[in-house]
């Protein structure tokens, strides 16, 4: 079975720091896709990068990055030159692939950027 | 505007009583799905559909009923037989032409409380 975890109590940010929000995975599956979401208050959850098991270069989306450790399995969101709207949850999931591959969801991270 | 369209914003259901959430997509993915939120946790899936008339259970299904007629629609039916409604219901979908396909793209959500 595929376990997300993402134990980080809430993080504080300045604005205009960089900020690492973790995430670890579990599965037996070679092959396998880590997404990172972020929902605001207003509850739409929000695509922000994605990584791929076998991309051997970390993505990058604009101020996100995805630094990609496989054999740690863990699979962190950098954020850099933090703004005051991206105060939000942000959740880590990952999607096995193959027929019926299910979206699994971490329990989320809430980060708050101080003016 | 492409997007995912969710209705009611807030739903209030009284006790015995079935109601209906609407997903309509105008992005011709072919994937949908339904996901339930509780406070201070991640995303469990309840239903999804990777084509027209199929859809599967996924991991809470009990107590709720999908449909798939039409490509751009995805309802569900939050029945009498779930105990404990109340939740925060995102509709997504997947298939597009971005790279990779199998990322997921929700709706704004809908907030089903029980009276």
């Known amino acids: 079975a595929q376990k997300i975890t993402q134990t980080q109590p809430g993080m504080f940010v300045q604005e205009k720091e960089a900020v690492t929000l973790d995430c670890t995975y579990d599965?037996?599956?070679?092959?396998?896709?880590l997404f990172w979401y972020k929902q605001p208050s207003s509850g739409e959850m929000i695509f922000l990068i994605y990584?791929?098991?076998?991309?051997?270069q970390n993505a990058t989306e604009g101020r996100y990055s995805l630094n990609f450790q496989k054999a740690r399995k863990s699979a962190n969101l950098v954020i850099s030159a933090s703004q005051l709207g991206d105060s939000a949850m942000y959740f880590c999931?990952?999607?096995?692939?193959?027929?019926?591959?299910?979206?699994?969801f971490g329990k989320g991270i809430t980060l708050s950027v101080r003016p | 505007d492409g997007g995912i369209t969710q209705s009611p914003k807030y739903l209030f259901r009284k006790e015995g009583q079935n109601v209906t959430l609407s997903c309509e997509q105008n992005?011709?993915?072919?994937?949908m799905y339904w996901y339930r939120q509780d406070p201070g946790q991640g995303l469990r899936l309840i239903y999804y559909?990777?084509?027209?008339?199929?859809?599967q259970k996924g991991d809470i299904a009990e107590g709720y009923s999908v449909s798939r007629e039409k490509k751009e629609s995805f309802p569900l039916t939050v029945t009498s037989a779930q105990k404990n409604p109340t939740a925060f219901y995102l509709c997504?979908?997947?298939?597009?032409?971005?790279?990779?396909?199998?990322?997921?793209?929700f709706g704004p959500g809908t907030r089903l409380l029980v009276l």
């Open positions: 997504a979908t997947s298939g597009g032409y971005r790279v990779p396909q199998e990322t997921q793209y």
């Open positions: 992005l011709n993915h072919d994937a």
């Open positions: 559909s990777q084509i027209v008339n199929d859809f």
């Open positions: 990584q791929g098991s076998y991309d051997e």
């Open positions: 999931a990952m999607r096995t692939t193959g027929a019926n591959s299910k979206l699994t």
């Open positions: 599965t037996s599956d070679q092959s396998y896709g």
